[in-house]
Protein backbone atom coordinates (compact mmCIF):
# COMPACT_ATOMS: atom_id res chain seq x y z
CA UNK A 1 0.00 0.00 0.00
CA UNK A 2 1.28 3.47 -0.81
CA UNK A 3 2.07 5.83 1.67
CA UNK A 4 -0.77 8.71 1.89
CA UNK A 5 0.52 12.33 3.11
CA UNK A 6 -2.47 14.22 4.69
CA UNK A 7 -1.51 17.91 5.25
CA UNK A 8 -1.23 19.12 9.17
CA UNK A 9 -4.30 21.31 7.75
CA UNK A 10 -7.01 18.69 6.49
CA UNK A 11 -5.92 16.70 10.18
CA UNK A 12 -7.19 19.92 11.77
CA UNK A 13 -9.79 20.48 9.93
CA UNK A 14 -11.08 16.53 9.94
CA UNK A 15 -10.40 16.92 14.07
CA UNK A 16 -12.27 20.69 14.35
CA UNK A 17 -15.43 18.28 12.17
CA UNK A 18 -15.14 15.46 14.75
CA UNK A 19 -15.40 18.39 17.71
CA UNK A 20 -18.96 19.14 16.12
CA UNK A 21 -20.04 16.42 15.51
CA UNK A 22 -19.56 15.26 19.21
CA UNK A 23 -20.59 18.62 21.16
CA UNK A 24 -23.50 17.93 19.06
CA UNK A 25 -24.23 14.46 19.95
CA UNK A 26 -23.74 15.65 23.64
CA UNK A 27 -26.24 18.96 23.82
CA UNK A 28 -28.89 16.20 21.87
CA UNK A 29 -28.24 13.54 24.95
CA UNK A 30 -27.92 15.98 27.72
CA UNK A 31 -29.44 19.54 26.43
CA UNK A 32 -28.06 22.87 27.62
CA UNK A 33 -28.14 25.07 30.57
CA UNK A 34 -31.14 27.72 29.47
CA UNK A 35 -32.56 29.68 31.72
CA UNK A 36 -36.73 30.90 31.46
CA UNK A 37 -37.93 33.81 33.12
CA UNK A 38 -41.16 34.25 34.67
CA UNK A 39 -42.22 30.61 35.29
CA UNK A 40 -45.23 30.64 38.01
CA UNK A 41 -44.86 28.69 41.28
CA UNK A 42 -46.36 24.91 40.83
CA UNK A 43 -50.03 24.55 41.79
CA UNK A 44 -51.23 22.05 43.90
CA UNK A 45 -54.97 20.98 45.13
CA UNK A 46 -56.40 18.58 47.50
CA UNK A 47 -57.49 15.38 45.74
CA UNK A 48 -58.76 11.88 46.15
CA UNK A 49 -58.84 8.67 44.27
CA UNK A 50 -55.81 6.76 42.65
CA UNK A 51 -55.40 3.90 40.11
CA UNK A 52 -53.74 0.56 40.34
CA UNK A 53 -50.67 -1.08 39.09
CA UNK A 54 -48.99 -4.56 38.44
CA UNK A 55 -44.88 -4.06 37.89
CA UNK A 56 -42.62 -6.66 38.99
CA UNK A 57 -44.78 -8.92 40.27
CA UNK A 58 -46.30 -6.43 43.24
CA UNK A 59 -49.62 -4.73 42.92
CA UNK A 60 -49.27 -0.97 43.14
CA UNK A 61 -51.79 1.10 44.67
CA UNK A 62 -51.16 4.91 43.48
CA UNK A 63 -53.18 7.21 46.27
CA UNK A 64 -53.71 10.51 44.72
CA UNK A 65 -52.88 13.07 47.35
CA UNK A 66 -53.04 16.41 45.10
CA UNK A 67 -53.82 17.51 41.78
CA UNK A 68 -50.66 18.60 40.83
CA UNK A 69 -49.33 21.41 37.81
CA UNK A 70 -45.91 22.41 37.56
CA UNK A 71 -44.34 24.38 34.75
CA UNK A 72 -40.63 24.31 34.85
CA UNK A 73 -37.49 24.53 33.51
CA UNK A 74 -35.51 21.19 33.34
CA UNK A 75 -32.25 21.10 34.80
CA UNK A 76 -30.98 17.77 35.02
CA UNK A 77 -32.27 14.18 34.04
CA UNK A 78 -31.20 11.06 35.34
CA UNK A 79 -32.30 7.24 34.48
CA UNK A 80 -32.63 4.23 36.49
CA UNK A 81 -31.92 0.80 35.47
CA UNK A 82 -32.38 -1.39 38.54
CA UNK A 83 -34.55 -4.11 39.02
CA UNK A 84 -35.90 -2.23 42.49
CA UNK A 85 -40.12 -1.11 42.11
CA UNK A 86 -39.08 2.33 42.22
CA UNK A 87 -37.02 1.72 38.86
CA UNK A 88 -39.84 0.10 37.20
CA UNK A 89 -42.13 2.98 38.30
CA UNK A 90 -40.24 5.87 37.73
CA UNK A 91 -37.21 4.73 35.54
CA UNK A 92 -36.28 8.45 35.20
CA UNK A 93 -36.26 11.23 37.55
CA UNK A 94 -36.60 14.93 36.58
CA UNK A 95 -34.60 18.09 38.36
CA UNK A 96 -37.14 21.08 37.58
CA UNK A 97 -36.40 24.78 38.66
CA UNK A 98 -39.17 27.69 38.05
CA UNK A 99 -39.24 30.79 39.69
CA UNK A 100 -36.17 32.60 40.16
CA UNK A 101 -33.80 29.55 39.55
CA UNK A 102 -34.92 29.08 36.33
CA UNK A 103 -34.81 33.09 35.52
CA UNK A 104 -30.63 32.97 36.69
CA UNK A 105 -29.62 29.60 35.62
CA UNK A 106 -27.75 30.47 33.21
CA UNK A 107 -26.14 33.52 35.37
CA UNK A 108 -25.27 31.23 38.06
CA UNK A 109 -23.92 27.40 37.66
CA UNK A 110 -25.58 25.46 40.50
CA UNK A 111 -23.79 22.70 39.13
CA UNK A 112 -26.55 20.13 38.92
CA UNK A 113 -26.25 16.33 39.64
CA UNK A 114 -28.76 13.73 40.33
CA UNK A 115 -27.97 9.86 41.60
CA UNK A 116 -29.69 7.13 44.27
CA UNK A 117 -32.98 9.36 43.77
CA UNK A 118 -31.80 12.39 44.89
CA UNK A 119 -30.72 15.46 43.30
CA UNK A 120 -27.88 17.90 44.38
CA UNK A 121 -26.57 21.44 43.86
CA UNK A 122 -23.51 23.54 44.61
CA UNK A 123 -21.69 26.60 43.93
CA UNK A 124 -18.81 28.50 44.30
CA UNK A 125 -19.75 31.01 46.89
CA UNK A 126 -22.81 31.85 49.36
CA UNK A 127 -22.40 35.19 47.22
CA UNK A 128 -23.51 33.76 43.61
CA UNK A 129 -27.01 33.16 45.20
CA UNK A 130 -28.08 36.06 46.74
CA UNK A 131 -29.92 36.96 43.52
CA UNK A 132 -32.50 34.00 44.12
CA UNK A 133 -32.77 34.28 47.92
CA UNK A 134 -29.82 32.38 49.18
CA UNK A 135 -29.76 28.74 49.94
CA UNK A 136 -33.46 28.63 50.90
CA UNK A 137 -34.26 30.46 47.35
CA UNK A 138 -32.90 27.57 45.62
CA UNK A 139 -34.80 24.78 47.53
CA UNK A 140 -38.10 26.54 47.60
CA UNK A 141 -37.71 27.12 43.77
CA UNK A 142 -36.33 23.60 42.53
CA UNK A 143 -37.41 19.69 43.37
CA UNK A 144 -36.89 16.45 42.45
CA UNK A 145 -39.17 14.44 40.71
CA UNK A 146 -39.94 10.63 40.59
CA UNK A 147 -42.51 10.59 37.59
CA UNK A 148 -44.62 7.45 36.98
CA UNK A 149 -46.30 7.65 33.68
CA UNK A 150 -49.77 6.91 33.56
CA UNK A 151 -50.00 5.84 29.82
CA UNK A 152 -47.79 5.00 26.40
CA UNK A 153 -47.81 8.38 25.09
CA UNK A 154 -46.75 10.17 28.56
CA UNK A 155 -43.85 7.58 29.57
CA UNK A 156 -42.35 8.17 25.96
CA UNK A 157 -42.77 12.38 26.65
CA UNK A 158 -40.36 11.66 29.42
CA UNK A 159 -37.97 9.55 27.97
CA UNK A 160 -37.94 12.54 25.91
CA UNK A 161 -36.64 15.05 28.52
CA UNK A 162 -33.80 17.36 28.15
CA UNK A 163 -31.56 19.52 30.75
CA UNK A 164 -33.02 22.79 28.88
CA UNK A 165 -36.66 21.87 27.99
CA UNK A 166 -39.05 24.30 28.99
CA UNK A 167 -42.08 21.75 30.45
CA UNK A 168 -45.84 21.72 31.94
CA UNK A 169 -46.46 18.48 33.93
CA UNK A 170 -49.62 17.77 35.12
CA UNK A 171 -51.10 14.79 37.46
CA UNK A 172 -51.37 13.82 41.23
CA UNK A 173 -48.85 14.38 43.60
CA UNK A 174 -48.82 10.13 45.13
CA UNK A 175 -48.34 7.96 47.69
CA UNK A 176 -47.62 4.33 46.92
CA UNK A 177 -48.38 1.36 48.37
CA UNK A 178 -47.55 -2.17 46.91
CA UNK A 179 -47.87 -5.58 47.76
CA UNK A 180 -46.27 -9.15 46.96
CA UNK A 181 -48.25 -12.47 47.30
CA UNK A 182 -45.60 -13.38 49.27
CA UNK A 183 -45.97 -10.45 51.86
CA UNK A 184 -43.31 -8.39 50.87
CA UNK A 185 -43.82 -4.61 50.71
CA UNK A 186 -43.22 -1.18 49.09
CA UNK A 187 -43.75 2.49 50.09
CA UNK A 188 -43.40 5.84 48.05
CA UNK A 189 -44.52 8.86 49.68
CA UNK A 190 -44.44 12.37 47.93
CA UNK A 191 -43.78 15.24 49.42
CA UNK A 192 -46.38 17.89 49.16
CA UNK A 193 -44.75 21.05 50.10
CA UNK A 194 -41.87 23.16 48.52
CA UNK A 195 -40.66 24.33 51.41
CA UNK A 196 -38.87 20.64 52.67
CA UNK A 197 -35.44 19.91 52.32
CA UNK A 198 -34.05 16.06 52.64
CA UNK A 199 -34.64 12.56 52.68
CA UNK A 200 -39.09 12.53 51.75
CA UNK A 201 -38.30 15.67 50.07
CA UNK A 202 -39.12 14.73 46.23
CA UNK A 203 -42.20 14.44 44.83
CA UNK A 204 -43.83 11.24 43.40
CA UNK A 205 -45.91 12.46 40.30
CA UNK A 206 -48.35 10.42 38.69
CA UNK A 207 -48.39 11.77 35.39
CA UNK A 208 -51.26 12.12 33.35
CA UNK A 209 -49.79 14.98 30.45
CA UNK A 210 -46.90 16.55 29.55
CA UNK A 211 -46.11 19.72 27.30
CA UNK A 212 -43.21 21.00 25.37
CA UNK A 213 -43.57 24.50 26.00
CA UNK A 214 -41.54 27.32 23.79
Same mark, same amino acid.
Given at each position: ?????????? &? +???????????????????????? /??????????? #????? =? +???????????? &????????????????????????????????????? #? *????????????????????? &?????? #?? /??????????????????????????? *??? *???????????????????????????????? *??????????????? &??? =? +??
Amino acid at each position: MKNVYISPKI &K +LSVFAAVIVILTAIMIYNNGSREC /VSNIPEPVQEE #ADGGT =F +LDKRGYHVAVNY &KYSYKIEALVVHTHNYYGLSLGDALAPKDVALAWGNV #A *RYNTQIDFHWAQSGRWYRWHT &KTYEEI #AP /VGGEDGVNRCSSNNHLIAADSNVKSAI *RKM *RRGDHVRITGYLSNIYATKPNGTTFTWSSSTT *REDTGDGSCEVIYVT &KVE =F +LD
